[in-house]
């Protein structure tokens, strides 16, 4: 890998890749996100600070941006645009809206500035352990020059093909995820009201063909009480799921799960648990509300 890297967004998924990227590179040009501890400990480790967006676009050959949402990147991008100069590189990490992205990809080819979609699967933990995977769009020289980056804290970097291909694959996966979740939330809530023990339940879906990832960071330790497994916010899974939905509708593939899948996190941001983690949504406090529509 050669060139300065830039690292925008230190939140919990970004803290880990800021980590991975001074290691692996020996240096990292960032910026404060919500917790100072992130980045005085990169600094102490190598690391720049930098004031502000712009102030990293013009100290970094490379910028990588691990953001929540399309409206926040297409916000940075406004302050970062008047740095960027051509012959950089954007790689958007995160999981966006493909109209957004395909924007954003003509926006910076007119700067000059080439572009990768890099969505990922995995979260913090796996953003720690560098063992992310990355969907990624662009062009095949945009690939070469992405990959290295990526490889930094991703185990996996698989092409998908021109911009946008990257995007559709992610909405793939986490409708995936997120259909798996809704369908846990509602089965092990209709074995509360029979009265099925959920530890039983759950040692026994672990045998056959039920078992999954989703299912053990919801229920591990749900069935003891504990509704924090799955750190994942009910906000962030609606937004993704928005996303999702305007893709599959738009393309012909929406289907009546997509769109009862869609609405089971739309209806519970809606009643205001939008900052809890999705496994709280089996709380006794939340889950009857949330199936009764209430």
């Known amino acids: 890998m050669t060139g300065r890297v830039g690292l925008i967004g230190l939140g919990a998924m970004g803290a880990g890749m800021g980590r991975n990227l001074l290691a692996k590179t020996g ?3 960032t910026m404060a996100h919500r917790d100072r501890a992130v980045i005085e400990a990169l600094v102490a480790e190598g690391a720049t600070e930098h004031a502000d967006a712009a102030a990293v676009a013009a100290a970094s050959d490379v910028v990588v941006l691990c953001l929540p949402n399309s409206t926040v990147v297409e916000a940075v991008m406004d302050r970062m645009a008047p740095a960027l100069r051509p012959g950089q590189m954007v790689i958007d990490t995160g999981t966006s ?5 395909l924007a954003l990809a003509d926006r910076l080819a007119a700067l000059g500035v080439a572009f990768a979609e890099a969505p990922l699967t995995g979260g913090a933990q796996q953003a720690a352990d560098g063992v992310l995977g990355a969907l990624v769009g662009t062009t095949p020289e945009g690939f070469a020059r992405a990959a290295p980056v990526l490889a930094a804290f991703c185990e996996r970097v698989e092409h998908f093909g021109p ?3 990257g995007a559709k694959a992610k909405f793939i996966n986490n409708y995936m995820v997120m259909g798996i979740a809704a369908l846990v939330t ?3 809530r209709a074995a509360a009201d029979e009265g099925i023990d959920w530890g039983q339940l759950h040692d ?3 045998c056959g063909s039920a078992n999954s ?3 053990n960071r919801i229920i591990g330790k749900a069935r003891d009480g504990d509704f924090s497994g799955y750190v994942f916010s009910v906000g962030n899974a609606a937004k993704d799921m928005r996303y999702i939905a305007d893709y599959l509708d738009g393309s012909g593939h ?6 009862a899948v869609h609405d089971l996190f739309q209806r519970a941001e809606a009643q205001g648990h939008g900052a809890r983690r999705i496994s709280e949504l089996l709380s006794p406090e939340v889950r009857d509300a949330l199936f009764d529509g209430s």
Do not use: D, P, Y
């Not at 809206?97 to 992205?101: K, P, R």
């Not at 929406?254 to 769109?259: I, L, P």
């Open 97 to 101: 809206a493909l109209a957004s992205t």
């Open 27 to 29: 240096g990292l040009q």
């Open 163 to 165: 911009v946008g291909a």
């Open 254 to 259: 929406g289907t009546e799960m997509s769109r």
């Open 186 to 188: 509602e089965a092990f």
């Open 204 to 206: 026994v879906v672990q």
């Open 213 to 215: 990832g989703v299912l």
